[in-house]
C-alpha cells in the first residue's frame, strides 16, 4: 500500500512590539535574565492585564498577508496547563474567538507557479519564559534556572489547516515555511530569528492511504530549532509511522522530540486534546471588537508582498524568475536592487554584483535601501566605471571592497590608489612580451591550440598588471604575438 503524509504547523512567532502583550515590561530579547519583569508577567495574583494594541495591528496584519477573515469580535481564553517557566499556571491565548480564520497562503513549489496551503487560523497568545539547565540534556542537568523576560512577549501562532488545501509533500512543507518567515519579516511583524526563539515550529504528522480523505492518528514533534531539523523530523517520523502501517500495527497519539544528533524522533508524552487545557473565556479581558475602517487602514498599510513583487521584477526588468524571487527573498534587498537602478539602467549587471560580490560582504538582513554600508548610489557608480571600461571585473571586487571598508566612493578608489585600466595596447605589449620571452614552452603550445595554456598567460598578465589590464585584449594581444614570433 502506498502512503501520502499529512503535515500540519502550528508556527509561533514573537511580534516585533516595544511591550510585552499584557504590561509595560520591555520586549528586548537580549537583556540579562529576569531583568524584565514585573508582578503582571510575573503572574503576581490580583493583577489585571491591559491589552497590547500594537500587537493586535501585527496579528490582524498577518492574517491580510495570510488571506484570512478578520472575526470582528474576538476574545482571549485561559490554557491551563503547569510548567516552571508559565508563572501563572495558565497562558492567555485564543481559543473558539480567534482574531483571523480561514485564510489560504500560496507557496512556491518546483516547476509550478503556486501551491495553495490552507491556514485554518492566526491568533494572539503570550509567550511563556525560558528554562536553562546547567547542561545539555535535561537528564544529566543538576538543576534548571527560569528566566522570565520572555514570559508575556506577544506571539501569533499560524495553524495550517490538514482539511482544506493540506499540505502532503516535504517540498512544499520546507517552501511553506520558508514563506511564512518571508511574509512575516516583509510586514514587520516579527524578525523571525530561529536562533533567538523568535519563530518556532510545532508540526503534526500522520499518513493515510494515497487518495483516501481520512486521517491517520496524529504525531505532534516539538523544540525544533531550525527548518533544516524540522524537514529531518518529519521526514524520519514518515518513515516511521509507514514502517509500523506495513508491519500491520497503529501509530499511538502522542509527542515526541525530535533527537538532532541521531536524526529521529522519540517519544515525550501522551498527545494532549483541547479538553486537557480546560480552556475557559479570560475574565479579566473585555471581548475585542474589531472595527471595519480599523482593518481597512491595517491593509492599505501592507507593503507589496514578497511574491508580487518576484513577478513585478521579473516581468519589469527581465530577471529570469529564479532571479527574481532571490532578489526579492529579503525585503531589503529587494528595495536596495530597485533603488540601484536610480542610478544605473543595467538590471541584470546589478543582480549579479548584488548576489555575487556585495552577499560576500554584507550578511542580506543588514542591506537595506538606505544601503549605510555600501549606498545604492556606490552600487551605481560602480556599475557605470564597469560599462565605460575604466576597471576590470576583477578590479571592481576589490573597489567595492575598498569602499566598503573606507566609505569612499568607487570612483574615489580607483583614482587615489591607481587602478584604472591600462588602456594603450603598446603598454599592454611590454608586459606581454616580458612575460613570452620568459615562458617559451608555453608559447609553442598556444601555437598547437593549447587554450589552458593561454589562460595561464592571460593570468600570468593579470598579474603583472595588478588586475589593471582587460583580460580580453590581453587574450588578443597574446595570440597575435605568438603569431608574430612563428
Known amino acids: 500500500m502506498d502512503f ?20 509595560a515590561c520591555p520586549n528586548t530579547p537580549l537583556a540579562k535574565p529576569n531583568r524584565n519583569i514585573c508582578p503582571i508577567c510575573a503572574g503576581h495574583p490580583g493583577v489585571l492585564p491591559v491589552l497590547n494594541k500594537k500587537a493586535v495591528e501585527l496579528c490582524i496584519k498577518a492574517g491580510l498577508a495570510f488571506n484570512c477573515r478578520i472575526n470582528p469580535t474576538s476574545k482571549f481564553a485561559r490554557k491551563n496547563y503547569f510548567y516552571p517557566d508559565l508563572p501563572k499556571g495558565y ?29 485554518k487560523r492566526v491568533h494572539l497568545e503570550e509567550d511563556a519564559g525560558k528554562l536553562v539547565y546547567t547542561s545539555k540534556g535535561i537528564e544529566e542537568a543538576e538543576y534548571g534556572l527560569v528566566d522570565l523576560n ?38 514587520g511583524a516579527s524578525d523571525c530569528l530561529m536562533e533567538m526563539g523568535q519563530m518556532r515550529a510545532d508540526v503534526n504528522v500522520s499518513l493515510r ?57 522519540i517519544p515525550m508524552r501522551s498527545k494532549e ?16 471588537n474589531i472595527d471595519e475602517t480599523f482593518v481597512e487602514r491595517l491593509k492599505r498599510d501592507l507593503p507589496e508582498l514578497p511574491y508580487s513583487k518576484a513577478l513585478r521584477f521579473k ?13 526579492t527573498r529579503e525585503k531589503g534587498v529587494g528595495e536596495y536592487f530597485e533603488d540601484c537602478l536610480s542610478y544605473c539602467s543595467n538590471p541584470k549587471r546589478v543582480f549579479n554584483w548584488i548576489t555575487k560580490e556585495l552577499f560576500r560582504l554584507i550578511p542580506k538582513e543588514e542591506i ?30 576589490y573597489v567595492m571592497e575598498r569602499s566598503v571598508t573606507t566609505k569612499r566612493r568607487p570612483s574615489e578608489v580607483v583614482v587615489e590608489e591607481g587602478l584604472e585600466v591600462i588602456k594603450e595596447d603598446r603598454d599592454l605589449e611590454e608586459i606581454i612580451k616580458g612575460i613570452l620571452s ?49
Open 4 to 23: 501520502e503524509p499529512v503535515i500540519c504547523f502550528e508556527i509561533h512567532a514573537e511580534l516585533k512590539t516595544h511591550s510585552k502583550l499584557f504590561c
Open 91 to 119: 497562558q492567555i491565548s485564543q481559543y473558539d474567538s480567534p482574531l483571523c480564520e480561514d485564510g489560504v497562503l500560496f507557496v512556491p513549489y518546483r516547476d509550478k507557479e503556486l501551491v495553495p496551503v490552507g491556514i
Open 150 to 187: 520572555r514570559a508575556g512577549v506577544p506571539l501569533i501562532e499560524i495553524v495550517s489547516d490538514h482539511e482544506r488545501d493540506p499540505i502532503t509533500d516535504l517540498d512544499v512543507a520546507r517552501s511553506y515555511l520558508e514563506t511564512v518567515r518571508q511574509i512575516l519579516r516583509y510586514i
Open 209 to 265: 492511504p494515497k487518495g483516501s480523505k481520512g486521517f491517520g492518528n496524529r504525531v505532534e514533534i516539538k523544540n525544533m530549532s531550525s527548518f533544516r531539523f524540522i524537514i529531518e523530523a518529519i521526514s524520519y517520523e514518515i518513515s516511521r509511522q509507514r514502517e509500523l502501517y506495513l508491519q500491520g500495527k497503529q501509530v499511538v497519539q502522542e509527542t515526541r522530540l525530535f533527537d538532532e544528533g541521531k536524526k529521529i524522533t
Open 273 to 288: 486534546d483541547a479538553p486537557d487545557y480546560r480552556y475557559f473565556p479570560e475574565p479579566d479581558l473585555v471581548p475585542l
Open 315 to 327: 516581468e519589469t526588468y527581465g530577471l529570469s524568475k529564479e532571479e527574481a524571487l532571490t532578489i
Open 368 to 397: 537595506s535601501p538606505k544601503g549605510e554600508t555600501f549606498p545604492p548610489s556606490h552600487m551605481g557608480e560602480l556599475i557605470r566605471l564597469l560599462e565605460e571600461g575604466k576597471i576590470t571585473d576583477s578590479l571592481g571586487r
Open 438 to 486: 620568459q615562458n617559451s614552452d608555453a608559447v609553442k603550445k598556444v601555437r598547437g591550440g593549447n587554450l589552458n595554456t593561454l589562460n595561464f598567460l592571460v593570468g600570468q598578465t593579470m598579474r603583472e598588471t595588478k588586475g589593471k589590464g582587460d583580460p580580453k585584449r590581453i587574450r588578443e594581444i597574446i595570440l597575435r604575438l605568438t603569431e608574430e614570433t612563428r
